[in-house]
């Protein structure tokens, strides 16, 4: 049971635009969601959190919205960089606080230059 | 600054040969992780360990044990390797329950 779900396995975005990835969740007790940014050969490595009292967290080029009511989330970026080519998966966890998080599947972005 | 460290980076095994993945940070975490990834899976958590002296059982536990060693180090062991546990290792710290989690570069382990 999928209990994080990211539909698209892979986005190509030109440089310049918008990147929006798309995260799903079935648990309605998660609370604290993160996305996470993975190069090839290296460990992911943290990118932009929420929690759960708010809707929308920015920072700098990422933007990540939470939509309770739909069990969605989403990360923005804009504007997108070739540096930006990476695997990016979306996490989440229940009573912030907890240590167990659970992935989803990833999702392969490419910037064509 | 190290973060995360993993050994081995790349072992082959053959089907029922031991081996222990080894760990540590120098952040002073007191949670410390370990996952594999797989294609089209994602990450599942193996083990945890929340605080030195604790271990607990993740997602998918079974064929594995760990050892938290001390603070800085947690060990995944394998007593008898599988095909099926071919994978992308990473092992992970936080400063405590909850935080953000950083991760080693990995550990590429084939079964043969």
């Known amino acids: 049971d999928q209990q994080v779900k990211q539909n698209s396995p892979s986005l190509s975005v030109q440089e310049g635009r918008i990147s929006i990835l798309n995260c799903d969740y079935t648990?309605?007790?998660?609370?604290?969601f993160l996305w996470y940014k993975k190069y090839p050969a290296e460990g992911p490595t943290f990118l932009i959190s929420?929690?759960?009292?708010?809707d929308k967290n920015e920072d700098g080029r990422f933007t990540v919205f939470l939509n309770k009511s739909a069990k969605h989330l989403s990360l923005h970026i804009v504007p997108s960089q070739p540096g930006d080519s990476a695997v990016y998966f979306c996490a989440a966890t229940t009573n912030f606080g907890n240590e167990k998080l659970t992935f989803g599947t990833g999702t392969r972005l490419t910037i064509i230059p | 600054n190290a973060g995360v460290t993993q050994t081995p980076k790349f072992q082959v095994l053959k089907t029922g040969q031991s081996m222990t993945l080894q760990c540590a940070q120098d952040?002073?975490?007191?949670?410390m992780y370990w996952y594999r990834q797989d294609p089209g899976m994602g990450l599942r958590l193996i083990y945890y360990s929340a605080s030195e002296g604790t271990t607990d059982k993740g997602e998918v536990p079974n064929g594995y044990n760990v050892s938290r060693l001390n603070k800085r180090e947690f060990s995944l062991r394998l007593e008898s390797a599988a095909p099926s546990q071919t994978s992308v290792y990473f092992c992970a710290s936080s400063v405590e329950a909850g935080n953000t989690i950083y991760f080693g570069e990995g550990s590429w382990l084939t079964v043969v």
């Open positions: 952040m002073n975490h007191n949670s």
């Open positions: 648990n309605s007790m998660f609370d604290y």
């Open positions: 929420i929690s759960s009292i708010k």
